[in-house]
């Protein structure tokens, strides 16, 4: 399988507060769309309960103890089980949180997209530091929107 990571972050690596997103940027989300859009997203139980539904052509894995089964999502009970599943094995699945879930698959991932938020804020959330010498990093684009500024990267591990 091919793990990407996908994540916007803020200067201290914030991801969340309150099982939320701190930031909602209309351009970057639009982006996670067009990313992740016929592709399978794998996350965590927190992270599935705070979209409020099913993401529209995207296959959703949750890694959960405790989450049931339902139609349209496939439950992994561990890491392990999930790294395992002979099915995904040709598969690019975009993770998408949340921070345990980055912290635990980030080693097995070949690339990651960071949104990098120039600024900071409160958060119960935050993206796992990582050695930026084991990656190419290469910039996407550079945006401003209503004041706030980030950078899109990509980083391609060597």
Known sequence: MKLI??????????????NDLIWRIKEDLRFFKETTTNHYI????????SLNGLLPNRKHLV????????????????ID???????????EIYVIGGASIYKSL???????YLTQIEASAKADAYFPEFNEENYEK?????Y???????????????
């Open 63 to 78: 890694i959960s103890s405790t989450l049931k089964e339902t139609e349209g999502i496939k439950v992994y009970k561990s």
């Open 138 to 142: 290469h910039l996407l684009g550079d």
């Open 106 to 112: 980030l080693k097995y991932c070949e690339k990651m």
């Open 42 to 49: 794998v996350m965590g139980k927190k992270t599935f309960i």
């Open 81 to 91: 089980e999930f790294l395992l599943d002979e099915e995904l094995k040709d598969e």
């Open 5 to 18: 990571i996908i994540a916007a972050i803020g200067e201290n690596r914030e991801l969340g507060f309150n």
């Open 144 to 158: 401003e929107t209503n004041g706030l500024k980030y950078k899109r990267y990509l980083y391609k591990r060597k």
